[in-house]
C-alpha cells in the first residue's frame, strides 16, 4: 500500500523557516518524481513543486521560487521542502504528492497534509 | 502560465443524478488533464489522468473527456459519498495548475 506521511509542519514567524519531510513507503520511492501542493485555509489547489526521480529536472511555482528548495533522499525514502523567508501568505496544509509512474507528473497519491502557520 | 477554469463554481445535485464540470484551458494542453475530488478535512484524491483515464479503483460512474481545450468530468449517477469539491489540473507545462475548484453539494 503507497503511504506518504509528512511532519515538520507548525507555527513559524514571518521571517522564519521550517523544513517538511514526507516519508514514503509501499513503493519503489527513487523510481517516482514528487511534488509538493499545498492548500491556504478555505481555498483551492495550488502547486508548489516538482521534482524528477533522478534530481535532474526541478521546478517552482513563482511564488516560492528562490525561498524554497525541494529535495529527497532516495536512501531514506524521503522527500523535503526547506521553505525560508516565509510569509503570512506560506500560511497552508502542505501535501507530498507522488507522480504517476512512468515519467508522470501529476499526482496519483496524497499524503494527509501537514499544516504551516505563519504568524507572529 | 496556463490558466484552468472551472464551470460552475458550485452546483447542487441530487443522488442519482447526471453531473457534468466543465475545466477550460487557456491554451491547449493536449490530453495532460487530471481530476481530482476533496472531501471536507480530508487529502484530495486522484480520480482522473490524461483527461479519460480512471486512477485504479475509482468507479466507473466516473468519466472524463476532452474537446479542443475544453474538458468535463461526468458522474453518471451521484451517490451520497461523492459530495465534494473537484478540481482539475494541467500537467502539459509548469507551472502545473489547478483549476478553482467546483463544490458539489446536496440538494
Known amino acids: 500500500e503507497v503511504q506518504l506521511v509528512e511532519s515538520g509542519g507548525g507555527l513559524v514567524q514571518p521571517g522564519g523557516s521550517l523544513r517538511l519531510s514526507c516519508a514514503a513507503s509501499?513503493?519503489?520511492?527513487?523510481?517516482?518524481?514528487m511534488n509538493w501542493v499545498r492548500q491556504a485555509p478555505g481555498k483551492g489547489l495550488e502547486w508548489v513543486s516538482f521534482?524528477?526521480?533522478?534530481?535532474?529536472?526541478?521546478y517552482y511555482a513563482d511564488s516560492v521560487k528562490g525561498r524554497f528548495t525541494i529535495s529527497r533522499d532516495n536512501a531514506k525514502n524521503s522527500l523535503f521542502l526547506q521553505m525560508d523567508s516565509l510569509t503570512a501568505e506560506d500560511t497552508a496544509v502542505y501535501y507530498c504528492?507522488?507522480?504517476?509512474?512512468?515519467?508522470?507528473?501529476?499526482?496519483?497519491?496524497w499524503g494527509q497534509g501537514t499544516l504551516v502557520t505563519v504568524s507572529s | 502560465d496556463i490558466q484552468m477554469t472551472q464551470s460552475p463554481s458550485s452546483l447542487s445535485a441530487s443522488v442519482g443524478e447526471r453531473v457534468t464540470i466543465t475545466c477550460r484551458a487557456s491554451q491547449g494542453i493536449g490530453n495532460s488533464l487530471a481530476w481530482f475530488q476533496q472531501k471536507p478535512g480530508k487529502a484530495p484524491k486522484s480520480l482522473i489522468f490524461a483527461a479519460s483515464s480512471l486512477h485504479s479503483g475509482v468507479p466507473s460512474r466516473f468519466s472524463g473527456s476532452a474537446s479542443g481545450t475544453d474538458f468535463t468530468l461526468t458522474i453518471s449517477s451521484l451517490q451520497p459519498e461523492d459530495f465534494a469539491t473537484y478540481y482539475c489540473?494541467?500537467?502539459?507545462?509548469?507551472?502545473?495548475?489547478f483549476g478553482q475548484g467546483t463544490k458539489l453539494e446536496i440538494k
Open positions: 489540473q494541467q500537467y502539459t507545462t509548469y507551472p502545473y495548475n
Open positions: 504528492t507522488r507522480s504517476r509512474p512512468l515519467g508522470g507528473v501529476t499526482p496519483d497519491y
Open positions: 509501499g513503493f519503489t520511492f527513487s523510481s517516482y518524481s
Open positions: 521534482l524528477s526521480d533522478t534530481t535532474r529536472t526541478i
